[in-house]
């Protein structure tokens, strides 16, 4: 009601303003006292929605969290993060230690932004370098709890190992930021036929996991978890929940990224990750991880369609025999996510090369 007086107001006031303008110098002169009125009324209530848009711009200020979500390999870390973001950041496949590097992705909710590190599965020293993994991809998950508000730590429900104890790994890296907020996700729940079964599970993760001279026992977790979330990132189950939990926590700051943006990763960059889920799925052994991808064009037309070159380079032609063995289905595969993720028409143009100077990166044993 006051909003709407307030623009009754201004609008008689700008009217007779003009009135007493358009009569001329001579009508100014006879009235200066109106004049002079009418002209202060305006600048009052000018200053008045000055402060109203201050006020305005401090109740909507910017809140921000920055969250690292954590866990063993194949807990679900990459499909939550997507799930979370309600876009594909992060590659999903079947495949353990997919994610070799920090994935980022990002949801913005009002005045709320939330920044998801995607971080590598983690695993003890020896698995590490059985695997050949690089230091790397061993020290992500230490560093992003460095840059982060808030630390999730994602459980798989289904696995008989990880619904009774939390990895020491995991454990020694949260005692190490004492001070910083963490929260438990239980995920999965969808494979867990008994719901009951559940509580069963958190009540043992949120006990301290103790040890004997032989090392950590075989169940437990840490009583140092905040807030317990039991979700599936598969179905979508209980994730409104946890997103909702984490804008709540948002806390006062500025936005590293603007609205509408989900991913740091540009076009091509993304595309890139695209291939490589796909490689990971199709193929077998050392074949997707011996694999590398050159763009050699990305641009859109001006009909709006995506035309995209990819190669793809082997290190022996018998990889490349077995990359064109299932060529077409690469093809399509790739091209029905591009098109869901970019929300465009997609051209897509995919070679298969050989390339014995190609850079040998440590191949991962799995």
């Known amino acids: 009601m006051a909003a709407r007086t307030l623009a009754h107001i201004r609008l008689f006031a700008k009217t007779n303003l003009i009135r007493q303008r358009s009569k001329g110098s001579i009508q100014e002169a006879l009235n200066p006292r109106v004049s002079r009125s009418i002209s202060t009324t305006l600048r009052v209530l000018n200053s008045s929605d000055g402060e109203n848009n201050e006020n305005s711009k401090v109740g909507k200020q910017t809140r921000l969290l920055r969250v690292a979500v954590i866990g063993e390999p194949n807990s679900g870390k990459s499909t939550l993060t997507n799930s979370l973001v309600f876009n594909q950041v992060s590659v999903v496949t079947h495949v353990p230690h997919t994610t070799r590097q920090r994935t980022l992705g990002v949801y913005t909710e009002g005045n709320s932004q939330l920044v998801l590190l995607d971080t590598p599965g983690i695993v003890t020293v020896d698995d590490g370098k059985r695997l050949k993994m ?89 009583s140092r978890f905040d807030y317990v979330l039991m979700v599936s990132a ?26 509408g943006v989900t991913t740091d990763l540009d076009i091509q960059e993304q595309i890139a990750e695209v291939f490589r889920g796909k490689l990971l799925i199709l193929y ?22 995506l035309k995209i070159h990819q190669k793809l380079y082997c290190r022996r032609d018998s990889q490349r025999r077995c990359i064109l063995e299932k060529i077409d289905e690469l093809r399509h595969s790739a091209k029905d996510e591009i098109e869901s993720m970019l929300s465009c028409q997609v051209e897509l143009t995919l070679e298969v090369g050989v390339s014995k100077a190609m850079v040998h990166n440590p191949v991962p044993m799995v």
């Not at 005692?175 to 043992?204: C, F, G, W």
């Not at 994730?239 to 909702?244: A, C, E, F, S």
């Not at 077998?284 to 369609?305: A, L, M, R, S, Y």
Request: hydrophobic share 35%.
């Open 234 to 259: 598969l179905t979508g189950d209980g994730v409104d929940q946890l997103r909702q939990y984490m804008v709540a926590k948002a806390m006062p700051g500025e936005w590293p990224y603007s609205a």
């Open 134 to 222: 690089s230091k790397e991809h061993m020290r992500t998950p230490a560093n992003c709890l460095e840059e982060v508000d808030l630390v999730a730590v994602l459980t798989d429900t289904s696995n008989k190992y990880q619904r009774i104890r939390i990895h020491h790994e995991i454990i020694n890296l949260l005692e190490t930021h004492p001070d910083l907020p963490t929260i438990l996700i239980l995920n999965k729940i969808d494979q867990i036929r008994h719901k009951v079964k559940l509580l069963h599970y958190s009540a043992m993760l949120t006990n301290d996991r103790q040890k004997d001279k032989w090392g950590y026992l075989p169940h437990g977790g840490s």
């Open 284 to 305: 077998k052994h050392e074949i997707p991880w011996q694999t590398k991808q050159v763009n050699i064009f990305c641009k859109q037309k001006e009909d709006g369609v």
